[in-house]
């Protein structure tokens, strides 16, 4: 079932608290004086999957890059659990297509780096359960004390997970973690990614070129379209979690697949 999503908080939802709040976000790049991204309005709820989908150069990076503190916008601004967000904040966890663990570094310790940068290495010692816990929640249990050079593609982004998940972040911001990964392994992610969100009720927000991914993944799709990037349509994806991989042959998969491609397709004919 393909619905455009209300402004408002969604009513089915018995719990709607607002995590993210973007309000009239443009950016313009002073560099070449490019309109990356004009009157971005979006509300996000506690517990939501939200991605973003569109042509490439359409602004989606631009739009995680601003969520998540790390480039201002020229207009507008973003609110995380009630504040401003001016800079990187330790409540929100990011993660990005290439795993950024220290090859010096154990899994384990690549894990605790949050906490230890924060708040020192004795806090990251009393925090090493916690670690722990998270390295089994993936399935790493057995690898905490192996170097990432050890580690394949996948595996060193379930430890990437567990490294963004130590500070238990109000919001995930996900630059398409897994498109390095081949299929089988990118299949596998998605479904541990759905089952850690569900479990720990995690807010996430996935910048992605898949459809089925963001089918698969998501609550809400915003389909994003260039010159200038702005959101096209808020999609409330309704159908049953959780998901899995056979249901990408379902009529109903199909149909809201069908609908994203239209909409990407309208875009590319104009
Ligand atoms: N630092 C920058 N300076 C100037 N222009 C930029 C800069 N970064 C991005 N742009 C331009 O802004 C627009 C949006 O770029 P952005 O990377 O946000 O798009 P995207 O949708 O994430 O693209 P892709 O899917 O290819 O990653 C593009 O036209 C891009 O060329």
């Not at 607002?18 to 002073?30: D, F, G, M, N, P």
């Not at 081949?182 to 995690?202: A, H, K, P």
Request: one cysteine or more.
């Amino acid at each position: 079932m393909v619905q455009a999503h209300p402004n408002d908080a969604r009513q089915s939802l018995p719990v709607a608290r607002t995590v993210y709040e973007i309000e009239r976000l443009s950016k313009t790049y002073a560099r070449n004086a490019l309109v990356a991204l004009r009157d971005v309005h979006l509300t996000i709820h506690k517990g939501e999957f939200v991605s973003v989908i569109g042509s490439s150069g359409c602004g989606k990076s631009t739009l995680l890059k601003i969520m998540a503190g790390l480039m201002p916008p020229t207009t507008g601004r973003v609110v995380l659990e009630g504040t401003p967000v001016v800079g990187p904040r330790p409540d929100i966890g990011m993660m990005f297509q290439q795993a950024t663990l220290l090859p010096w570094k154990t899994t384990l310790e690549n894990v605790l780096m949050p906490i230890e940068l924060r708040e020192g290495r004795a806090t990251a010692r009393r925090a090493k359960d916690k670690a722990m816990d998270l390295l089994e929640l993936v399935g790493l249990g057995d690898f905490a004390h192996v170097y990432p050079g050890e580690l394949s593609g996948g595996m060193a982004q379930r430890a990437s997970i567990c490294r963004m998940l130590i500070s238990d972040p109000a919001m995930l911001l996900l630059d398409e973690p897994f498109s390095a990964l081949d299929e089988l392994t990118r299949d596998f992610m998605n479904m541990e990614l759905q089952r850690i969100c569900l479990e720990r009720g995690s807010t996430a927000f996935l910048v992605t070129h898949s459809l089925a991914e963001a089918v698969l993944l998501s609550d809400r799709i915003l389909v994003m379209q260039a010159r200038p990037g702005h959101v096209v349509e808020d999609i409330t994806i309704d159908l049953p979690r959780p998901r899995t991989l056979d249901m990408v042959n379902t009529p109903e998969f199909g149909d809201i697949v069908g609908h994203i491609r239209d909409l990407l397709g309208k875009e590319a004919n104009e």
